[in-house]
């Protein structure tokens, strides 16, 4: 319609409907202000039909905002830099404070990781990324 501007029998020609429902379509559409009566013609039998245009200030339909997609986008962003910064702790932690720390006995290196002060910050911190990222949720 808003290239080519028409009669309802031209429109459900087009998209191949019956032209009672177009024709439905289309005044619940003006009803709304959407699109608007441009102009009328006649048909070769005599019978006046009206051309359906574009509103001149048409409603924009999107799902969702604007504003919550960015939100998005920079909470992702944020979520990224924080877990980089509790990483990047963590790891700082572990050197000074991990190592030489043992548990004693045959133990494994993982279970060393483990007990270090370092991967409790770690875990510490992505849980409560969790926790902030989850209330953010709940919030939106």
């Known amino acids: 319609m808003y290239d080519d501007p028409a009669a309802p029998s031209e429109i459900a020609e087009r998209l191949n409907m019956s032209v009672q429902s177009v ?3 289309l005044e619940n ?4 202000g959407i699109i608007q009566v441009a102009d009328t013609m006649y048909s070769e039998k005599g019978k006046e039909m009206k051309i359906y245009a574009p509103a001149d200030n048409p ?3 999107f799902v969702g905002t604007e504003n919550r997609k960015h939100g998005l986008r920079d909470v992702i962003k944020r979520l990224l830099g924080a877990t980089g910064l509790v990483f990047l ?5 572990y050197i000074y404070r991990g190592f030489g720390v043992a548990t ?5 290196p993982l ?3 483990l007990a270090t002060p370092g991967f409790e910050f770690l875990l510490g911190g992505l849980f409560m990324l969790l926790l902030v990222t989850s209330w ?3 919030n939106t």
């Open 136 to 138: 953010w949720r709940w």
């Open 29 to 32: 559409l003006s009803e709304a």
């Open 104 to 108: 004693g006995g045959d133990t494994s």
């Open 89 to 93: 702790g963590s790891v700082l932690l």
């Open 59 to 61: 409603v924009v339909l």
């Open 23 to 25: 024709s439905y379509h």
């Open 111 to 113: 279970k060393d990781l």
